[in-house]
């Protein structure tokens, strides 16, 4: 792997192949003409909104969601034209702002659609969320036909979608998606019934897609499986043929100790050195996003195909046990994350020493270190 900067030796290799592949294994296991919403949020889960928007285009999404109005207005800039649905965000008065810019305006409640109404100078698409189970943020469904009501008297307003979000991790989370599913299709039979259902309807997102959850709706909003990050424990969805897009996190050592005695170390000498141990130090800490494993885990980075421990972590710089690994010199290639002759390290693996989840780790390299984008298409 090559492309580190000498005077700053870290580099992020995202995988816009592996996007498009993850779009199309994810399309096979859809209805026909199930559209794709396609979620940019969280600045493409951590891998870049507007180079996740564009390959997604290119793919053929129908259309996009985040609930960042700047990652929303960088994508525009950048030439996107699909439509964005914009998650809950913006308070009533930035409602003209969102229709400045040409995105689509999530309603929770009359007051947001009136505004729209009132910035709108003809019919404006609008989507409306609807609070099924989760607990955070929607008309609440027992409320939901009687805001739909409500906004069909609103000229400038088209409703335009009806949506959900019900994500689980576990088999009793699986359970009550199930059973949530079921409630926001009574929903919708009702709406259909008084002539008030939107063309557009989505609840399932990439759990429920992969879980093989039925819903009856004509619309999906992936996030996770689009990047290649679990949505749920393994045991309850299969998500082995998405492939990562954060292909690789690496570094270079720009020192190696031999320590010929053993002698105290580390912080209040509370990592002690044995005789003959040999130390690696790279500049790559916890401010480009990477963390000390807790108590009981110890992380490994790889060395010349080799796993070594990790000794600590502080601001800019990581230390690291390489006893045993021969020949190791500065400059030598440290991979973080990804793979190095026949051993990995995986998103898996850092959230498990780290103790949060898969997007956390993602999510903490972002912005963090220089990138480099593979092509979404063979040069």
């Known amino acids: 792997m090559s492309g ?24 096979s296991r859809l209805e026909p003409g199930v559209r794709v919403i396609a979620s940019i949020k969280a600045n493409g889960y951590g891998h870049g909104a507007v180079q996740a928007a564009e390959t997604l285009t290119r793919e053929g999404v129908e259309l996009l969601t985040t609930g960042s109005f700047d990652e929303a207005v960088e994508v525009r800039e950048a030439g996107v034209t699909l439509p964005i649905v914009m998650l809950p965000a913006a308070l009533p008065e930035g ?15 009359l007051e947001t659609g009136r505004a729209v109404n009132a910035a709108a100078r003809e019919p404006t698409a609008v ?73 557009l309807t989505q609840a399932r997102s990439s ?29 309850v969805v299969d998500a082995s043929a998405f492939r990562p897009v954060l292909r690789s996190v690496s570094t270079r050592l720009i ?3 031999v320590h010929p005695e053993a002698r105290p170390a580390g912080v209040g000498g509370q990592a ?22 807790r108590p009981g885990e110890t992380a490994v980075v790889l060395v010349r195909g080799r796993r070594a421990p990790v000794r600590g972590v502080s601001l800019e710089h990581t230390t690291l046990d390489l006893t045993g690994i021969d020949g190791v010199v500065p400059g030598d290639e440290v991979v973080v994350l990804g793979r190095q002759g026949d051993e990995a390290v995986t998103t898996r ?31």
């Open 127 to 199: 989507w409306v969320k609807v609070e099924s189970g989760l607990g955070r943020l929607g008309v609440p469904l027992p409320q939901a036909a009687e805001l739909l009501r409500a906004l069909a008297g609103l000229p400038n307003l088209m409703v335009e979608g009806l949506y959900t979000h019900l994500p689980f991790v576990d088999a009793a989370g699986l359970a009550w998606a199930r059973e949530r599913l079921a409630a926001f299709g009574e929903l919708r039979e009702a709406l259909a019934a008084e002539g008030l259902l939107p063309p």
């Open 272 to 293: 002690p050195l044995a005789a003959g141990a040999v130390t690696g130090v790279v500049s790559f800490g916890r401010t480009d996003g990477y963390r000390a494993a």
């Open 95 to 109: 409602v003209a702002e969102l229709l400045r810019h040409g995105l689509t305006p999530t309603v929770c409640d």
């Open 255 to 257: 020192s190696v100790a």
């Open 207 to 235: 759990a429920g897609i992969l879980a093989g959850l039925e819903d009856g709706c004509n619309a999906v909003c992936p996030g996770h499986v689009l990047y290649g990050l679990p949505a749920a424990a393994p045991e």
């Open 4 to 27: 580190h900067e000498p005077t700053r030796p870290v580099l992020a290799e995202v995988d816009l192949g592996a996007l498009a592949d993850n779009l199309r294994e994810l399309r």
């Open 349 to 379: 693996d850092l959230a498990g020493w780290q103790g949060v989840g898969t997007d956390d780790v993602v999510l903490a390299f972002d912005g963090r270190m220089p990138r480099r984008y593979l092509p979404d298409t063979p040069s």
